[in-house]
């Protein structure tokens, strides 16, 4: 396999591209008889730019005189596999073998925004489901000019040629790619193209090897943290504690006097220090002694566990869902249950500390940085700089995790006002407490339910009271229809169960001063949660198995109740565990696809729990890369279950008490169970997302089998909290 590119390229000029023997450069977005204009008009400038005569151009593809094939992406890499699943794709349609294959990561240009949110912006588990289309379009249309170019060459008819493993023969005739990629850029691509079947795929559904591995396997991969460029200053930040906080005043003395250190820069809100090297910059910052006023310091625990409780107890509230008369069928009843569940505030905890670096100058500014939010980022910094958004350039490395985090642009503002300061290039690197106490976090919630059974022991009325602070309120305020933040309440509100017609969901948003963001899953990673652990009450007021109960709640055909039987299946679920093991499942739908996870588990006297078998089952429709679907379940299953089992922040005083990881745990290899993740990619469904799936099925199927081993129910978490630990 060949060396793939180490670091996002995305300093390609349209010299380079129509250079040497010939390439082939693949857009859509310019009508077909202007792309070859288009590219030549500006051939000094990157190939994203806009020249004066011609619109933008999407280049997806190019084609070199070797054969090699690059393939431009605008999905941020984190870890859950766009830059090979996409190239994956086009190369499946081009006919081309995958280890002729590389990527890079292109500029900030609405050519390369996600279809599905109309920005560059990677999220909500839409990398391959937006781009999966077009990805495969580019590769047939390239494919055709090719077999044009083929076909003229040698005086034959098109559709008498074979396409193969990068070569285009006919019955006397034969070249490669490269060999025909100049001639194939000079013809008109084609207005419609055939797609392949599924049945022909030979790519698309297997476990080809991941591009970005040989880099980050050798140390190559260029993450944020990892960026050098000429001149750079290094910064450390120290931002308020207290929430709301600004900055009053600071003697910056005791940092300047420091050798190597070139000045302190002072925003609203935070401080930082400029010096040749991070350390020295952290260590003058220690020096300082900056007056902080106001921010919300009466907040803590108590305030925000009193003010979720008087949300569900409030007389008025959001109606999120209303079908019939839940309150009257209550009355008919046989049997009602009511019970009430909380989670915490929970920090993103990437390995990759917040980090960007920025180089910002009279007429332009230039980031290097791990982003999931290059249109959001871009407009930010030319706001804060007084530029304008096409006068930022992004240049988007691997991410170290992002999880949602990432989508948010405090670090790279703070990058760019540094620079903007200091006049030049500035990297910028959180510490750990800072990145662990300045997060926007997973939003704290409480639900209460309150379900009326009927003589079967099977809901007939259904009510829960959602109160969990505003994400969209924040980000996306056009989203709150009627008071209700759809973040809050999703995976409550679906019907894959048959839930019964008296159905009320209210909501009510709080006001607290903790800054909140996308989670991985978002609302899903608590509603899951409490939603499948009501699931699990119910089935013990029933009297019945907990995965009996679901499976009588589902449609014998549905694709809810096939992956909650591979996931059971998989765990072994028929016959009786070992004797004093106890299990639990849980079945969740989220991001167009589903996920059950089922988790084995034993307790000793002393509540310490030790986690033996776990399995995972997901239907996403289609499956491009069966081992990165693997990956992605395995790794959302250990994302849920570090929240289950360790997650939360604590509150004092408006501040985040927990700074590192001496104070706040993840799961380590000692509490992980061998995993057997299932998957199902069939049918006529619509392809779902696969890296937050996996998250909100976690910490029910956990609570399940702790529940049966103890025979408490466990309505909170962290799991900590509740007096277990884990071995």
């Known amino acids: ?121 990677t999220g909500g588990s839409t990398s391959v489901k937006s781009d999966f289309e077009q990805m495969r379009r580019a590769g047939a249309s390239a494919r055709e000019m090719l077999k044009a170019a083929a076909a003229e060459k040698w005086g034959v008819d098109a559709a008498e040629l074979k396409v193969e493993n990068g070569t285009i023969s006919h019955a006397h005739h034969s070249a490669t790619f490269g060999e025909l990629a100049g001639a194939a850029a000079e013809m008109e691509a084609p207005k419609d193209v055939a797609l392949k079947k599924p049945a022909d795929w030979t790519l698309i559904g297997t476990d080809v090897k991941r591009l970005d591995t040989h880099a980050k396997a050798t140390g190559q991969a260029t993450f944020g943290i990892d960026v050098v460029v000429p001149d750079m200053l290094h910064a450390a930040i120290l931002q308020a504690p207290t929430f709301g906080a600004t900055l009053e005043s600071v003697d910056a003395k005791p940092a300047t006097d420091m050798k190597g250190v070139a000045q302190v820069v002072e925003l609203d809100d935070a401080i930082m220090v400029l010096a040749d090297t991070w350390w020295t910059a952290d260590q003058a910052l220690s020096k300082l002694s900056p007056k902080w006023t106001g921010g919300a310091e009466d907040l803590d625990d108590a305030k925000v566990d009193r003010v979720l409780t008087e949300g569900l107890d409030a007389a008025e509230a959001a109606q999120a869902v209303s ?244 996931a059971a299946d998989a765990i072994g679920w028929s016959e009786a565990p070992a004797e004093g093991r106890h299990r639990g499942i849980a079945v969740h739908e989220s991001f167009g696809s589903i996920a059950a996870e089922a988790i084995e588990v034993s307790v000793d006297g002393d509540n310490k729990v030790t986690l033996h078998r776990a399995s995972a089952c997901v239907d996403c429709a289609v499956a491009v890369n069966p081992n990165i679907i693997r990956q992605q379940m395995e790794s959302a299953l250990v994302y849920g279950l570090t929240a289950a089992m360790f997650g939360g922040v604590s509150l004092k005083n408006g501040q985040v008490q927990e700074g590192n990881f001496d104070r706040i745990d993840v799961m380590r290899l000692r509490h992980m169970p061998p995993v057997e993740v299932r998957i199902i990619a069939e049918g006529d469904a619509e392809m779902g997302g696969i890296g937050e799936p996996g998250t909100p099925p976690a910490a029910p199927a956990l609570v399940a089998a702790l529940r049966r081993a103890t025979g408490k129910p466990i309505r909170s978490l962290p799991l900590t909290a509740e007096g277990f630990t884990f071995g």
């Open 323 to 566: 079908e019939g008369d839940a309150d009257g069928a209550l009355s008919g009843a046989a049997k009602t249950v009511e019970a009430t569940y909380s989670a915490p505030y929970l920090a993103h905890l990437t390995m990759e500390p917040m980090t960007a670096t920025a180089d910002v100058r009279a007429d332009k500014a230039e980031l290097w940085l791990p982003t999931q939010a290059q249109t959001w980022t871009a407009g930010a910094v030319a706001k804060a700089v007084g530029l304008k958004p096409e006068q930022v350039t992004i240049h988007t490395t691997f991410l170290g995790g992002g999880f949602g985090r990432r989508a948010e642009q405090d670090f790279a503002l703070q990058a760019a006002q540094a620079s903007k300061a200091a006049g030049r290039p500035v990297k910028l690197v959180w510490s750990r407490p800072q990145d662990v106490r300045h997060d926007f976090y997973r939003p704290a919630s409480k639900v209460r339910f309150t379900v009326g059974l009927d003589e079967d022991g099977l809901p007939m009325a259904w009510k829960a009271r959602v109160c969990c602070p505003s994400i969209a309120q924040r980000m996306l305020p056009s989203m709150i229809k009627e008071g209700v933040d759809p973040f809050a309440v999703e995976g409550l509100t679906e019907r894959a169960y048959a839930l019964p017609a008296d159905r009320s969901i209210t909501y009510v948003m709080p006001e607290l001063a903790v800054p909140v963001g996308f989670w991985r899953s978002v609302g899903h990673s608590q509603n899951g949660f409490f939603m499948e652990a009501m699931i699990d009450e119910l089935a013990d007021a029933a009297g019945m198995d907990p995965l009996e109960y679901r499976r009588k709640l589902l449609p014998q055909d549905s694709r809810h109740r096939r992956v909650l039987d591979a």
């Open 1 to 121: 396999m060949t060396d793939h590119a180490n670091t996002p390229d995305t300093t390609v000029t349209r010299r380079g591209l129509l250079a040497g023997a010939g390439a082939l450069v693949i857009g859509f977005s310019l009508p077909l008889s202007g792309r070859r204009g288009a590219l030549a008009a500006a051939d000094d400038g990157p190939v994203w730019k806009t020249s004066d005569e011609a619109a933008q151009i999407n280049a997806w593809l190019r084609i070199g005189p070797d054969g090699s094939v690059t393939v431009v992406t605008g999905r941020s890499e984190m870890g859950q596999g766009p830059t090979t699943a996409l190239p994956q794709a086009l190369a499946e349609e081009l006919g081309v073998p995958m280890d002729r294959v590389t990527f890079a990561m292109s500029p900030v240009d609405p050519a390369y925004n996600n279809t599905l949110f109309g920005a560059m912006i």
